[in-house]
């Protein structure tokens, strides 16, 4: 007998023990009405699991009652997912639609008994006279109808002689019970609707709660598991059960759900995501669903690693994405190769090379701390591409990589020093010229190699392949998404490099191959873009410790990590590496801190009051960028208000947008940031039916941009925003702005 876990486990040893049950039998009940996500692999991986391990049975039944939400697309999408995850549930494949015969009659008996009733009154009536939490409901004059008429009339209701909503069928218990659910609830209602798999059989319909305990029974499960939310409902569950006599019997156990935070799980807005194309499908890989973790390269094994490593418990938690990160990578780590894509390329040119030399160098798939052989050769000649990011020709303080008159080494081959930097008019670099350093052969003492400020990923010019990269963001800015959830879309959740360039190594591969791309993260071509003449990679997921210095590394902040990796660069002086090490932060945002005078001073003091990684973050990547040449002494604001600040968005009362905007109110004349953040709001133009005026003035004048948006220039939404944005002054929230350019959008093009 496996040992106990959990608290289920525990119960089920227990039955065991005693010879309450001498069989596990237990079911996954999904109702095909949308794609399963997450919180679904968590109830599926306990309830397979449990089968699996005590050698029983695990059913997979479709809770398929309302004919309204469901449909054969997602009971096949359903199947497809849970089989992706590993599940098998041989031939206990069963649906709740197939005992609306036995069902029916059961509610006979319960009527012949004297314990269900037909009732004429209306859901609203019903509804009123149920009371409230403190005080009893009332009896409907329906109540002392004789069962002999209550059987005749839901004969009748089944026949088809009834309209929708004329009548009900109702258990008959308690009108006065102190759980509500027990106030005589609904058992059948009249639906003249076609079921997906029923058609038009049947027009009367179960609720949940009379199907399904009596579904359980007739499959013969043991132990019905169930979510907490349904904790009141198992008195009425066994009431059922105990009513008809049904022996042996199932019993129900609840256990916490998952949330996670920046992500929905609700069905119903999942849905809405879908339908009003915020997304582009249920396997959008941004979305929550196990479709969209697969289209995104997540393995199945670090899901359910991650489902099992949260456990089963009664306490209702949240969990930040980066927790199924933290599974992701562990699953990918000894698992994908190492391969140099660039993102976002600059042309290099080695001045010192000589001409038409290729040069293959022979470059190892794996790091030396995974035990794995395989080499593959990497072109280089004398035309490179780096990442435009790894140059800066004014670079922000701590910043290691090229700049002119600088050295860097190229992965897996030369150290290079930038000579010569040609720009176009606008100033933006486009090309470098470099010497490189190729042994010490070359080198002498007068002309010594020059050390490199660190190593950068690059590919050749000429031999790399042109590749799209796609980089994912969490769907939502906030972390618990409301009600008003459209108005918390992340709007750069999708980053699209139309101009990557990758290595001609993976030509070789399986499509399916996963890699890391050094310096950025673990990557898959998107099955979905396969018959594309340019391959498509999506990021699966970034590599942690890369989160500010890429713009892959979009992540949130993760707790202080008890080791913080330091490089082992000597470019990171011993004292820093001590301050790095104390201060408990990444050296990503921790170097630029502590290079600024007073940093470190100002980060003890902001950092004594809120979660430090996030004031680290804010500091490097908000508050010493605006500087320009201030010192932090000199600011119109104290490090306390600065704590202040980040504290606003540390708890969500902020979004990330409108802590900024605070922030550069405060870098200019100072101030209260709760204050500052109330005021802000308050000078918005928030409503909306001014701001739908406008988005409609937008979309008039800009028809023809309209037309080439619809016609695939989705990336035309963002300048539509600005149009409207601009129009307010600035004074909308971008996010509403955002959804109802959108929503217009999606109006029009049907
Ligand atoms: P929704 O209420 O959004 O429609 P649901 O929970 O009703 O979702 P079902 O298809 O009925 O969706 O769920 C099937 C099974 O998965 C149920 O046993 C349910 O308890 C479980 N489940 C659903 N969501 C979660 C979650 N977030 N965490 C754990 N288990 C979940
Ligand atoms: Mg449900």
Known sequence: MASASDFIRAIINDDLKRGKVSRIAVRFPPEPNGYLHIGHAKSSTLNFGLAAEYGGQCHLRFDDTNPATEDQKYVDAIKRDLRWLGFDWGENEFYASDYFEQLYDWACKLIQLGLAYVDDSSEETIRALRGTVTQPGSESPFRKRSPEESLALFAQMRAGAFDDGTRVLRAKIDMAHPNMKMRDPLMYRIRHAHHYRRGNTWCIYPFYDWAHGQSDAIEKITHSICTLEFMANRVLYDWYLDALGINPRPYQYEFARLNMDYTVTSKRKLLQLVRDGYVDSWSDPRMPTLAGLRRRGVTPNAIRTFCTCIGTTKVDSTYHP?????????????????????????????????????????????????????????????????????????????????????????????????????????????????????????????????????????????????????????????????????????????????????????????????????????????????????????????????????????????????????????????????????????????????????????????????????????????????????????????????????????????????????????????????????????????????????????????????????????????????????????????????????????RLAK
């Open 322 to 746: 980066g927790q199924l990160e933290h599974a992701i990578r562990q699953d990918l780590n000894d698992k994908a190769k190492r391969v140099m894509c660039v993102l976002d390329p600059l042309p290099v040119t080695i001045m010192n090379w000589r001409d038409g030399l290729v040069e293959e160098l022979e470059a190892p798939y794996w790091p030396h701390d995974i035990p794995r052989e395989g080499t593959r050769p990497v072109p280089l000649s004398g035309e490179l591409l780096i990442e435009q990011d790894d140059f800066a020709e004014e670079p922000p303080k701590g910043f290691r990589r090229l700049i002119p008159g600088g050295s860097v080494r190229l992965r897996h081959a030369y150290v290079i020093r930038c000579d010569r930097v040609e720009k176009d008019r606008a100033g933006r670099p486009v090309r470098l010229y470099c010497t490189v350093f190729k042994d010490s052969a070359s080198t002498t003492a007068k002309n010594p190699t020059p050390k490199a400020r660190s190593t950068i990923h690059w590919v050749d010019a000429r031999r790399s392949i042109p590749v799209t990269v796609r980089l994912y963001d969490h769907l939502f800015n906030a972390a618990a998404p409301g009600e008003d959830f459209l108005s918390d879309l992340n709007a750069d959740s999708l980053v699209v490099y139309e101009h990557a360039r990758i290595e001609p190594s993976v030509l070789e591969d399986d499509p399916e191959e996963r890699y890391q791309f050094t310096r950025l993260g673990y990557f898959w071509r998107d099955p979905e873009h396969a018959h594309e003449a340019v391959a498509a990679f999506n990021c699966i997921v970034s590599l942690r410790d890369s989160w500010s210095r890429t713009k892959v590394a979009k992540t949130v902040p993760e707790k202080p990590q008890p080791h913080i990796h330091i490089p082992d660069a000597p470019s990171v002086k011993p004292e820093a590496r001590a301050w790095l090490a104390r201060a408990g932060i990444p050296p990503a945002v921790g170097i630029p801190i502590y290079s600024t005078e007073g940093g470190p001073v100002f980060f003890a003091g902001a950092s004594a009051l809120v979660d430090r990684a996030l004031v680290a973050t804010w500091m490097a990547n908000h508050l010493l960028p605006a500087l320009n040449g201030r010192f932090l002494s000199d600011l119109p604001f104290t490090a306390v208000e600065f704590a202040q600040l980040v504290a606003l968005v540390n708890t969500q009362h902020a979004t990330t947008h409108e802590a900024r905007e605070v922030l550069a109110t405060m870098l200019k004349k100072g101030g209260n940031p709760e204050t500052l953040l109330e005021r802000l709001r308050a000078s918005r133009v928030s409503d909306e039916r001014t701001l739908v005026t406008l988005v409609e003035e937008v979309l008039t004048t800009y028809a023809d941009r309209v037309q080439a948006y619809h016609r695939g220039k989705t990336g035309l939404a963002g300048f539509f925003v600005g149009q409207v944005m601009q129009k307010t002054r600035g004074k909308a929230s971008p996010h509403q702005v955002q959804a109802l350019v959108h929503a217009a959008l999606t």
